[in-house]
């Protein structure tokens, strides 16, 4: 288990703030995600969860154990995977995969049932480089890294950050997999639709967590009315919402405009004010939100 109270961290010398009194509980066996932008302090919080940075103030347990004075214990139970890529670049896999169990007192042997999932995709690759591995190669090889002396509880930084589609869904199958044998798993992403994933989510920005719910209960406390609408001239389409003044918020979500609306608004009443202003294949419906939407409106 997991427990952070009131936890404080800031750089030069307290000008920036990373963490603003952040409180949140972990349970065994979950999956907890961090959602939130760049400089939101998910790096801050998660290297403090590792041991590897001071807090200013506030009380962080990892299974019990203090990050500050029981930083060794710590570090036998967790598997950390950083941001960055951060194994051996010179080292194969299979020597930086054989390092990290020597780290532990074990063997690759001893606890292959572990990362047998993983490492079979990589296995065939054993003698190459870690730096000459693709993206969603070297995640699945830090993170084969990270479990291969049978952690308690796995810290992932952003691990998907710049892997694509098809490897990000695998790597997020596994996660499910570790769960199932019991692991507790700490995860930040940038990515909204990978909260889905997980069993609940904190929403973070500027240090501190705005949000703290299961995926559907974050959107069941959504209250805006939401509408997707669509158009040619997208640009210009969007600085027209913005203008109207029953619009309450637009944002562009791919090919689409999300937009909350005041309640008396019609979707009729809409599509024939942007008709008067020449959008003419304009197509406006009520939607659901996602986290994403209830991330945005709890921002602005």
Known sequence: MIEVKDLHKSYTKGKVN??????????????????????AGKSSLFRILASLLLPDSGIALMNGHDVIK???????????????????????????????ATLFNTTIEENYHLIKDIYQQIEPFKNRRAGALSGGMKQKLALSCALIHKPEILILDEPTTGVDPVSRKEFWDMLKRLKEQGITILVSTAYMDEAGRCDRIALMREGEFIANNTPQGIIDDYAETLWSVEGTGMSALLSELRSHSKIKSSFAFGDKIHVTVEGGLKTGELKEYLTKKEFSDVRIDPIQPTVEDCFMALTI
Do not use: C, H, W
């Not at 603003?20 to 961090?34: A, L, P």
């Not at 710590?74 to 890529?85: D, K, W």
């Open 70 to 100: 029981d930083y060794r214990e710590i570090r036998q139970i967790i598997g950390y995977m950083p941001g960055r890529f951060s194994l051996y670049q010179d080292l194969s896999v299979e020597e930086n995969l054989t390092f990290f």
């Open 18 to 39: 990373a963490l603003n009194g952040v409180t949140f509980s972990v349970k065994d066996g979950e999956i907890f995600g961090v959602i939130g932008p760049d400089g």
